[in-house]
């Protein structure tokens, strides 16, 4: 055991090294965004569905939406309001939420998800002309 | 009473038992609670045109030029966010014109009248009823749809291997070796763009015929190109066929190309 204190030490370090980014970080971590809605999605109060399922599940929406329209050609989604829906990203979904970089992005940047939906789908029908 | 150790045990089986019964039924009580009333239906809009196959006849007769073709094929570019790329070999193409002899090889004959030769014709995906296109395809991003014969593409899909441009007789598919968007004029924001590395090709207008419009072409066409259900006997197309002689591209190769030229 005479080399106790070397030993000691390096265990220390090693501790230190390895935990460094947890106090360092400490109390700084970044609050979770809150998706801003645009006065047009604040008039219309309700989404497609409720704005629990909404914030849960838009993406199997999406996915489902997305089947629906390219492979079977049904485009139109009836609501359990009754209401009904083109079913389409650009010209739907962004029609109330034309804020993307207000509405999507801030999330998606929060949890680290990169959506390919915008390689092809064009982000803003309302904000660019 | 009879405190056997069999008897202790279980009755701490049962017990177990219990406890992680609760919570599953918690779940399921929650869960109920949750869903809305009614569940959502998807359907198709009342307004969309129906066909068993869907068919083009192009009445060769009528387009004389490069200037008579330019409108139609301007309009599909515009609706569809066809890209302008100068370069040949990265060319994205819909719908556009082609000689005689490569439109009909194995109908070009020797000696031919000087209007044939020299006029362009106009070709666009098939939409054949025996696509070799979809069998090649290994991801099934390209699909004959059952229900009106269109064959389509689904870009979400596609994988960019090419097979389909390699099976397809018709050079009716383009490949985005770029990214497209830089080289499109004006974008539509109605219809989405592509992006680098799928294939694309005429759609039939599938999202004009799901709202009840004709295809773009045929619109701009004022009447030199005709659009109907190939099994309706009654249908405009079918009368066309019927009443005047009609031509299709290769159709040595048994692909059975839905579109039909009036010569």
């Keep these: ?129 | 009473m009879d405190s056997s150790r069999r008897r202790v045990l279980q009755l701490l089986g049962l017990s177990s038992l219990a406890l992680t019964a609760k919570p599953v039924f918690n779940a399921f009580a929650k869960e109920q609670a949750h869903a809305e009333k009614t569940e959502p239906v998807i359907k198709e809009s009342e307004k969309a045109l129906k066909a068993k196959q869907w068919a083009m006849v192009i009445d060769t007769r009528e387009f004389h030029s490069e200037e008579d073709l330019k409108p139609l094929i301007a309009v599909c570019d515009k609706i569809h966010n066809v890209p302008h790329l100068a370069n040949k070999r990265h060319e994205i193409k819909w719908i556009w014109g082609a000689p005689y002899h490569n439109t009909f090889p194995d109908k070009a004959g020797r000696f031919l009248s000087e209007e044939v030769e020299h006029k362009p014709f106009l070709v666009l995906c098939n939409h054949c009823e025996n696509p070799p296109c979809v069998r090649a395809c290994p991801t099934k991003a390209t699909f004959k749809r059952e229900s009106d014969g269109i064959v389509l593409m689904d870009f979400h899909r596609c994988i960019g291997c090419r097979f389909c441009m390699a099976a397809c007789p018709f050079g009716a598919r383009s490949f985005n070796y770029r990214d497209p968007r830089p080289f499109i004029v004006k974008i539509d924001k109605n219809f989405p763009t592509r992006m680098k590395g799928v294939v694309e090709k005429c759609n039939f207008c599938s999202e004009r015929l799901a709202v009840g419009q004709l295809p773009a072409c045929v619109e701009a066409a004022e009447g030199k190109l005709h659009f109907g259900d190939l099994y309706d006997p009654e249908s405009e197309v079918r009368e066309l066929i019927k009443t005047n002689y009609t031509i299709r591209r290769k159709q040595q190769l048994g692909t059975e190309p839905s579109v039909y030229y009036i010569v």
């Design chain 1, 1 to 129: 055991m005479k080399d106790k204190k070397f030993i000691v030490t390096g265990v220390i370090i090693f501790i230190v090294i390895a935990t460094f980014p947890f106090w360092y970080n400490r109390g700084k971590a970044a609050p979770a965004p809150v998706p801003q809605l645009t006065e047009k999605a604040k008039a219309a109060k309700v989404c497609v569905r409720s704005t629990e399922y909404m914030k849960a599940e838009h993406m199997q929406l999406l996915d489902l939406w997305r089947d629906s329209v390219v492979r079977r050609g049904d485009r139109i989604y009836v609501s359990p309001s009754g209401q009904e829906y083109t079913m389409s990203l650009s010209n739907t979904c962004l029609d109330c939420h034309s804020n993307k970089a207000e509405f999507c992005d801030r999330c998606h940047n929060y949890a680290s998800v990169r959506p390919y939906c915008w390689n092809c789908h064009i982000d803003n029908p309302k904000e660019k002309t």
